[in-house]
């Protein structure tokens, strides 16, 4: 809901612990492009919470949210906005957590307006902002950072990283025994 929140928590970690990463978006229109972010992060087992929720249209409902995340044990925000997107950097402004933005493309400037909003953040306060739409990017950079404390995350991440080089070569053998 644009102007509450719907909030779930997924992932399937074994911590017994709360969400590590919230995912936050501006609109429920955002939900199927901000869905990849959710989707990666149960790929690695991190467990995250998900709520729609627009700084432009309740504020004083993010604020509140904002405010109770590091208590509630999240390390990371990953926040998704199109248009005039204030929400990012308004998580951004309340805590201290890192926040990660995603650009969502759509409207007059298809989100160009976006874009920069989210990453022409002033000085001291920073969103690390990820491609248009790529709610995926968000996702591996956020468990990148989770990464740092976590060997086992890190492992997982060598592996990921692993099947780019292992898909290149299988190409790269394809082509080879194509031309033999
Ligand atoms: N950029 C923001 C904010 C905000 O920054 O607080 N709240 C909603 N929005 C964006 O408005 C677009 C259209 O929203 P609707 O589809 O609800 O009209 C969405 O992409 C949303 O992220």
Redesign the pocket.
Same mark, same amino acid.
């Given at each position: 809901m @644009?102007q509450g929140k719907s909030s779930q928590s997924n992932g399937s970690s074994s911590s017994s612990a709360g969400p590590r990463v919230a995912i936050v978006?501006? @609109?429920?229109?955002?939900t199927q492009t901000m869905s990849k972010a959710g989707a990666t992060l149960e790929r690695f087992g991190v467990t995250y919470e998900e709520v729609s929720?627009?700084?432009?249209?309740a504020?004083r409902t993010?604020a509140e949210w904002v405010g109770q995340l590091r208590e509630r044990g999240i390390s990371i925000v990953i926040a998704? $906005?199109?248009?005039? $997107?204030?929400?990012?950097g $308004?998580v951004a402004s309340m805590t201290t957590l890192p926040v990660i933005g995603v650009p969502?493309s759509?409207?007059a400037l298809d989100g160009m307006d976006?874009m920069l909003?989210i990453a022409q953040m002033p000085p001291g306060v920073p969103v690390a902002t990820v491609g248009l739409n790529n709610s995926t990017n968000a996702a591996i950079l956020a468990i990148q950072i989770l990464a740092l404390g976590d060997p086992d995350l890190g492992l997982k991440l060598a592996t990921f990283k692993d099947e780019f080089e292992q898909a290149a070569a299988d190409s790269l053998a394809d082509v080879a025994a194509a031309r033999a």
């Open positions: @644009s978006y501006g @609109s429920p229109s955002d929720l627009s700084a432009h249209r504020p993010l998704g $906005a199109g248009l005039a $997107a204030a929400l990012p $308004a969502i759509g409207g976006s909003a």
